[in-house]
């Protein structure tokens, strides 16, 4: 009797090994179909920083070259301010003020069910991820503006440094 017990116990230990081997590797996965995710965010958010900075100091270049395009530039920065600004509000709009963002249950009115707490909870949570794509938009538009701050301030304040 007491051998079947042994057996039984290394089958349950054995069983509980493979049990933590399969979350580990489930864990893995997610782990890496994070990963490949923060990857794609990162070269988007980098590729279209580096279109909107190109497309930007081109307008300026084309603007100072050409007397029927003075005032091309101007355009291109004014909707370039507009649209990160409109971005940047529908961001903070959908994702109703971050009112949502470090909410537990115990924070939440005691009159709720435990069902409405949750959703509540989690539809936070949700629109956070389904904003994100909106943050790559509103990065490179404010990398170009702090590219052409750099060019404009700092860089001639370093050369004036040399002279």
Not at 44 to 52: D, M, N, P
Not at 111 to 135: A, C, D, H, P, T
């Given at each position: 009797m007491e051998d079947k017990k042994k057996d039984n116990a290394a089958l349950d230990v054995g069983s509980a090994e493979k049990d933590s081997e399969s979350v580990s590797q489930g864990k893995s996965t997610d782990k890496r179909k994070l990963d490949?995710?923060?990857?794609?965010?990162?070269?988007?958010?980098?590729?279209?920083?580096?279109?909107?900075?190109?497309?930007?100091y081109c307008s300026m270049e084309i603007s100072s070259r050409s007397i029927e395009l003075y005032y091309f530039f101007p355009a291109v920065m004014f909707v370039y301010m507009a649209s990160l600004a409109i971005l940047f509000v529908a961001y903070i709009i959908y994702n109703r003020g971050f009112s949502r963002k470090g909410v537990t249950v115990d924070m939440l009115p005691s009159e709720w069910s435990e069902?409405?707490?949750?959703?509540?909870?989690?539809?936070?949570?949700?629109?956070?991820?389904?904003?994100?794509?909106?943050?790559?938009?509103?990065?490179?538009?404010?990398f170009t503006f702090i590219a052409e701050a750099f060019a404009l301030f700092v860089f001639p304040m370093i050369e004036g440094l040399w002279r």
């Amino acid at each position: 009797m007491e051998d079947k017990k042994k057996d039984n116990a290394a089958l349950d230990v054995g069983s509980a090994e493979k049990d933590s081997e399969s979350v580990s590797q489930g864990k893995s996965t997610d782990k890496r179909k994070l990963d490949k995710k923060r990857r794609i965010y990162l070269i988007s958010t980098v590729g279209l920083s580096a279109f909107f900075c190109a497309f930007y100091y081109c307008s300026m270049e084309i603007s100072s070259r050409s007397i029927e395009l003075y005032y091309f530039f101007p355009a291109v920065m004014f909707v370039y301010m507009a649209s990160l600004a409109i971005l940047f509000v529908a961001y903070i709009i959908y994702n109703r003020g971050f009112s949502r963002k470090g909410v537990t249950v115990d924070m939440l009115p005691s009159e709720w069910s435990e069902e409405k707490k949750l959703e509540f909870i989690e539809n936070g949570k949700v629109r956070l991820e389904k904003s994100k794509w909106l943050l790559i938009f509103i990065i490179s538009l404010m990398f170009t503006f702090i590219a052409e701050a750099f060019a404009l301030f700092v860089f001639p304040m370093i050369e004036g440094l040399w002279r």
